[in-house]
């Protein structure tokens, strides 16, 4: 069965820190793995990462892929309070299909 | 604008009645997708559909159904089958390309309350 662990379940950090969210998985056939960040209702796409050891960064935003390991993470410099979210990871099995596998998701707050 | 919308927001059922809960996108979007979220557990897969008049069944599809009669309709049945509806339901969407993968696009929620 296709999993997807996220780890920590939730992290409360002060303005400025920098945090560093955890992604395990453990499917067949991977094909790519995405971050999202879930506010209030709609998560939102933030980055997909398909081959190892490539970062992408957006603003004090970054995340890497191990595919030795089968993890990833969320880097987040410079915190602010609106990064105040739950942070999602999910999985796409190659399986012609365009299904997304999740995990439970990290509860991030940034205090002032 | 383009984008996915649901409705309503809020919903309140009683228990035995069955809901349905409205998905529609103007993305032009060949897949969609229903979740379930509840707390602690992530998003868990109901139903998706890749075509018009076609879906399969997701990791937790008793209790549910749904229908695709057309390219940007998707809605989600609750039925008194299912034994713990109160939950929080998110559609989404993705456009459908070859063996890449395509970021999906969420809606803004359905919050399913039972009394």
């Known amino acids: 069965e296709d999993k997807v662990v996220q780890s920590p379940l939730s992290l409360v950090v002060h303005e400025g820190d920098t945090v560093t969210l955890n992604c395990s998985y453990e499917?067949?056939?991977?094909?790519?793995l995405l971050w999202y960040k879930q506010e209030k209702k709609a998560p939102t796409f933030l980055f997909m990462l398909?081959?190892?050891?490539i970062e992408k960064k957006s603003g004090r935003l970054s995340s890497i892929l191990d595919k030795k390991e089968l993890s990833s993470i969320l880097n987040i410099t410079a915190t602010q309070t609106g990064d105040s979210a739950i942070y999602l990871c999910?999985?796409?099995?190659?399986?012609?299909?365009?299904?997304?596998?999740f995990g439970q998701g990290t509860r991030l707050t940034i205090n002032p | 604008d383009g984008g996915i919308t649901q409705s309503p927001k809020y919903l309140f059922r009683k228990e035995g009645q069955n809901v349905t809960l409205s998905c529609e996108q103007n993305?032009?979007?060949?897949?969609m997708y229903w979740y379930r979220q509840d707390p602690g557990q992530g998003l868990r897969l109901i139903y998706y559909?890749?075509?018009?008049?076609?879906?399969q069944k997701g990791d937790i599809a008793e209790g549910y159904s749904v229908s695709r009669e057309k390219k940007e309709s998707f809605p989600l049945t609750v039925t008194s089958a299912q034994k713990n509806p109160t939950a929080f339901y998110l559609c989404?969407?993705?456009?459908?390309?070859?063996?890449?993968?395509?970021?999906?696009?969420f809606g803004p929620g359905t919050r399913l309350t039972v009394l």
């Open positions: 989404a969407s993705s456009i459908v390309t070859g063996a890449g993968y395509n970021e999906q696009f």
């Open positions: 999910a999985v796409a099995p190659f399986q012609g299909a365009q299904k997304l596998v």
């Open positions: 499917v067949t056939n991977f094909r790519s």
């Open positions: 993305l032009n979007h060949d897949a």
């Open positions: 398909t081959s190892s050891g």
């Open positions: 559909s890749q075509i018009v008049n076609d879906f």
